[in-house]
């Protein structure tokens, strides 16, 4: 275990609807990332958030939107939902660094219908 | 645009047998690469990573060999076993934030036969 929690662990919504998911990160990490995996493919990046700021944007439309809190645990909002967006959420926490390791939460099962 | 391409897409061994993987890379600001193993329905976990500065790195039957010049690192499971079977991938980072904006391959599926 990564100590890395996300939830829901599924959810269904329906296209143009907007969906949040959330992540906690690992005691001691401040930098948060996103990824997105589509069924077969490895993990595209989305955004990074570091001391509450987005530190770095992937190739994602800006209805891809985040936050992180004070206590480093974060959101990812999707607005507008497309069918395409049926993926793996996945939540990264890692402590800024050199040799610094990336430890993944479980994942966020999202399928837009 | 695929930074991080990764061979081969399935890969079928024997238990006790030798599992390779293979990576290459574009970016040369690439200064991080670790691989991940991820079962069904979970995510991603750290197996073993590398820096640059060394051609070889060892952690029990996992091994990592880095070839700067060409621009190409390489997954050895060696003793490959049934619990070995998940699908594997090689990333790859650079950068003050090294080790949580990674790059992606398109995975490895691997099957240990009994």
């Known amino acids: 275990e990564t100590g890395v929690t996300q939830s829901p662990t599924h959810l269904i919504k329906t296209r143009g609807q907007q969906v949040t998911l959330r992540c906690s990160s690992q005691?001691?990490?401040?930098?948060v990332s996103w990824y997105q995996q589509a069924l077969g493919q490895g993990p595209q990046f989305i955004f990074q958030?570091?001391?509450?700021?987005?530190?770095g944007r992937g190739n994602f439309p800006p209805r891809f939107s985040g936050l992180q809190f004070p206590n480093y645990s974060s959101e990812l909002n999707v607005n507008a939902l497309e069918l395409d967006d049926s993926a793996l959420y996945l939540c990264?926490?890692?402590?800024?660094?050199?040799?610094?390791?990336?430890?993944f939460g479980q994942g966020t099962r999202l399928t837009v219908v | 645009q695929q930074q991080v391409k990764q061979s081969p897409q399935s890969l079928i061994v024997q238990k006790g047998g030798i599992s390779i993987i293979n990576c290459a890379y574009e970016?040369?600001?690439?200064?991080?690469f670790p691989w991940y193993q991820q079962f069904p329905g979970k995510g991603p976990a750290l197996l073993i990573a590398?820096?640059?500065?060394?051609s070889e790195k060892k952690e029990g039957r996992f091994t990592i060999s880095f070839n700067k010049s060409a621009k190409q690192f390489s997954l050895h499971i060696m003793d490959s076993q049934p619990g070995d079977s998940a699908t594997y991938f090689c990333a790859a980072s650079g950068g003050q934030t090294s080790g949580s904006r990674l790059t992606f391959g398109e995975g490895t599926q691997l099957t240990v036969n009994p």
């Open positions: 005691s001691g990490h401040n930098t």
């Open positions: 990264a926490s890692s402590l800024v660094g050199v040799d610094t390791e990336a430890f």
């Open positions: 970016n040369t600001a690439f200064d991080y």
């Open positions: 590398i820096r640059p500065d060394v």
């Open positions: 958030y570091y001391r509450e700021e987005e530190n």
